[in-house]
Nanobody, 124 residues
Framework: QLQLVESGGGLVQPGGSLRLSCAASGSTLDYYSVGWFRQAPGKEREGVSCIRRSFSSTIYTDSVKGRFTISRDNAKNTVYLQMNSLKPEDSAVYYC?????????????????WGQGTQVTVSS
């Protein structure tokens, strides 16, 4: 059974950077496409980015393009989300999720395995 644990969240000033990590155990991430999602209070869970298991191609939601970068290190069984030029509207609980598929999406319904989330707060 795949288990995911996020880390790297915290409080950062606007314009700052954070790197989130999603560490997997129980199975190798080689077989999974992995996504990052976020949920702010009172809002629906939003897909942020996804990286495919094959060829590591990526997709991003429009609001983070050019600022966030998703990457994977299969040797470490970990997926990362580098977040630069952070804005207050990026504040949310960030979750990583995985699906056994060569495809990627930003729809939460397509993902089977979820981490517990890590809080990101962007504030001065």
């Amino acid at each position: 059974q795949l288990q995911l644990v996020e880390s790297g969240g915290g409080l950062v000033q606007p314009g700052g950077s954070l790197r989130l990590s999603c560490a997997a155990s129980g199975s190798t991430l080689d077989y999974y496409s992995v996504g990052w999602f976020r949920q702010a209070p009172g809002k629906e869970r939003e897909g942020v980015s996804c990286i495919r298991r094959s060829f590591s191609s990526t997709i991003y939601t429009d609001s983070v393009k050019g600022r966030f970068t998703i990457s994977r290190d299969n040797a470490k069984n970990t997926v990362y989300l580098q977040m630069n030029s952070l804005k207050p509207e990026d504040s949310a609980v960030y979750y990583c999720a995985a699906q056994i598929s060569s495809f990627c999406s930003t729809s939460p319904e397509t993902f089977n395995y979820w981490g517990q989330g890590t809080q990101v707060t962007v504030s001065s």
